[in-house]
């Protein structure tokens, strides 16, 4: 989530952009004076394990699940990609881009850099380029997604910037995979399932998410948001067994919604106590007069609506959401551009509206959020809106001064000879400190990269 330029808490520096790590056990925040690292494995408490304030207007700041890996961008140089080992407090490399950067994304074998007409794809274990896909279509917010699995990093961006196409690459073998015609109207989310083989999309109208199986990009589910009005959907994120989704918005309200196949009677012959050969008649009546009807009406009678849903304290502002498992439990996190991260429990069996269970800040003292938290109670509420929607391309490759790389036709600098690609055959242990950083340390013969702490 990047929020542009970022909102004042009390107090607080300004919150620019936040985002999870991979398995969402950790929060990362961006702010005007540097940045921020969470931990999010407890309910009740928050631990800020680490805070930069060597690189202000940070809005973009990635963390490598829970290893001490970091990238950082900033706005005063929106060109360059620096990253660090933040528990040594020291610069691993930076990279230099022709363009502004717009997007990070990581995984434990692929570091992807999007830019607006171009995508960067680098081997994250020496931060060698290896490939560079130009002439991508317009993508000025940046939106592209990375599954975690290290054993299958597929990458989605868009494949239009006039309809809601997808491209699924593979950044492994660093070949194209399929194209998806998942909407009529440009992509505004994407995201990947844990085991990357389930893709999540939404276009900009926001009324219906889909999810498609990868690699062969078939159909699997189709939600309703909503009907009666168009948002800007900021955050879509599987569940980690990829039973939920949820979703999140400029409205008041984030759904959830639960991947599950059946019939489109199932619910409603259970609650009425239909015989099987009774519910086979109604449900072949169903397929013929949906056959009669628009098109438009028919598909709306087939989408699924949220399993639950979480009303926040107010609409119009930017955040980011995830579904995590703490203390054995299922929760949804939603941190907000107001310096905010809240913590709710879900009913994975009946769903229904989620219980808020705790509320932390991300920024500011305790004195005075106390003192703003008093003033708002004081206030009379805001009314709350409906709850019926419930039911330009590079001429040259990056430019690092700390590491050899590729060039725009594959050959490398100085001799040295770098394989197309490669990845290692398991999973890279990131949490043990002895086996950290995953990233060979970076030395041009003038030792830069070794000495800058983040």
């Known amino acids: 989530m990047e929020t542009g330029e970022g909102a004042d808490g009390p107090g607080g520096p300004g919150l620019c952009c936040a985002s999870f790590n991979q398995d969402s056990t950790s929060l990362a925040v961006g702010t005007k004076t540097g940045y921020r690292l969470f931990s999010v494995t407890s309910v009740d408490k928050l631990d800020c394990i680490h805070e930069s304030t060597e690189t202000p207007d940070v809005y973009i700041v990635e963390r490598l699940f829970s290893s001490s890996l970091v990238v950082v961008v900033s706005q005063s140089m929106p060109r360059r990609m620096n990253v660090y080992h933040f528990k040594k407090g020291t610069e691993i490399c930076n990279y230099s881009y022709s363009n502004n950067i717009l997007a990070v994304r990581l995984n434990r074998q692929r570091l992807v850099v999007c830019l607006e007409e171009s995508i960067y794809i680098h081997n994250i274990k020496d931060m060698k380029l290896l490939k560079t896909l130009l002439n991508t279509p317009s993508n000025p917010s940046g939106l592209c997604a990375l599954s975690i699995n290290h054993s299958n990093s597929f990458l989605a961006y868009p494949g239009s910037d006039t309809i809601g196409e997808i491209i ?12 998806i015609p998942a909407h009529d109207s440009p992509l505004a989310a994407i995201t990947f399932s844990a085991s990357g083989t389930k893709l999540a999309s939404a276009s900009e109208r926001g009324t219906v998410i889909r999810v498609f199986s990868i690699p062969e990009g078939l159909r699997l589910f ?53 015989s099987p050969s009774w519910s086979a008649y109604v449900g072949k009546m169903f397929t013929a007069a949906s056959s009669y009807l628009p098109a ?14 979480v009303r926040l304290q107010m609409a ?19 941190a907000s551009s107001d310096g905010q991260l809240f913590i709710y429990n ?4 009946d769903g229904g509206e989620c219980t808020l269970v705790q509320k932390h800040r991300l920024f500011g003292s305790d004195k005075e959020w ?25 001429t040259c490759g990056p430019v690092t001064a700390t590491l050899t790389g590729y ?31 995953p990233i060979n340390w970076c030395r041009d013969g003038s030792g830069r990269g070794k000495g800058r702490r983040p």
């Open 296 to 309: 438009q009406v028919s598909g709306m009678m087939s989408q699924d609506r949220a399993f639950a849903t």
């Open 346 to 349: 879900i009913d994975p069996q």
């Open 222 to 274: 189709e939600f309703r948001r909503g009907m009666k009005r168009y948002v800007n959907i900021s955050s879509l994120s599987f569940s980690p067994d990829a039973q939920f989704l949820c979703a999140s918005s400029n409205t008041e309200t984030v759904h959830i919604f639960k991947l599950e196949q059946h019939t489109q009677f199932t619910s409603f012959n259970k609650q009425l106590n239909f």
């Open 168 to 179: 699924v690459y593979d950044a492994n073998n660093l070949s194209t995979m399929t194209m």
């Open 370 to 394: 106390e003192e703003t938290e008093k003033s708002e109670l004081m206030e009379p509420p805001q009314a709350c809106q409906s709850y019926a929607a419930t039911v330009a391309i590079p």
């Open 316 to 334: 119009g502002q930017k955040n980011v959401c995830a579904l995590a498992t703490i203390q054995k439990l299922p929760r949804l996190l939603v």
């Open 407 to 437: 060039s725009e036709d594959g050959g490398a600098k100085k001799g040295e000879v770098i394989p197309e690609h490669e990845f290692a055959a398991g999973p890279v242990c990131l949490d043990d400190e002895t086996e950290f950083p």
